[in-house]
């Protein structure tokens, strides 16, 4: 980073806004394969999370590369920046107090491993969307796997690039034996029992 850029603190901290949304801000990083769940069940927590009263925003794979990360492929290198960067934007949703939901495949426990590393001890929540591949290609919502089985899509994960499993998640969910309102249900429980949020 060039010398002459200075952080430049303000009055106004991550423990004000946090308290004015009366939550505590965190990382909610759903990992898992193409089709397990995450988005579904995100989108399912974040409902909960809004009629409960608290101050949420829902950070998509699919979405942020239309945008913000529409210039990188999905090679590993294209896949390492594209989480460097949405951990990054993550940070700074912290820092406003929000509960930040983050649904991406994020293969590598390197990668998620820096996430982690960006924020405050406590702040990250890892949570693994387990699904056995046969599942998620059974479902194929976007037929990706069909065009990566007939060699239309390189470096796909789970059929030609791997998917490393996380080490020690903080909630393991296995989407194929529960609903995705039971899921949810599991993290929003999860995020009161831990002081997170305030049932209301």
């Known amino acids: 980073m060039d010398k002459n850029v200075v952080w430049h603190s303000h009055n ?6 946090a308290a004015l ?9 759903f990992t898992g394969l193409s089709g ?15 009629k409960n009263g608290n101050h949420t925003y829902l950070l998509d794979g699919d979405n942020i590369r239309h945008g913000l990360n529409n210039n990188l492929g999905f090679d590993e290198g ?32 390197k990668e998620r ?10 702040e990250f929540i890892e949570i693994f ?6 599942v998620c290609e059974a ?31 903080a909630i393991h969910i296995m989407s194929d034996t529960i609903s995705a309102q039971e899921a949810s249900r599991q993290i929003f429980d999860y995020l009161a029992q831990k002081g997170y949020i305030y049932v209301t």
């Open 139 to 169: 479902r194929d919502p976007k037929k990706l796997y069909k065009k990566a089985r007939l060699g239309e899509i390189k470096d796909f994960t789970g059929i030609d690039s791997p998917y490393e499993l996380p080490i020690s998640p």
């Open 21 to 29: 949304k009366n939550q505590k801000p965190c990382i909610l990083w």
């Open 78 to 109: 294209g896949r390492i920046e594209n989480i460097r960067r949405v951990g990054e934007v993550a940070k700074l949703f912290v820092d406003s107090g929000l509960i930040v939901l983050s649904a991406f495949i994020s293969p590598f426990n």
């Open 36 to 50: 397990s769940g995450k988005s579904t069940i995100a989108g399912a927590l974040e409902e909960m999370l809004y």
């Open 129 to 134: 969307i387990d699904t056995p591949l046969a």
């Open 113 to 122: 491993a820096f996430v982690r590393e960006l924020v405050d001890e406590g």
């Open 12 to 17: 106004i901290d991550k423990q004000k806004r």
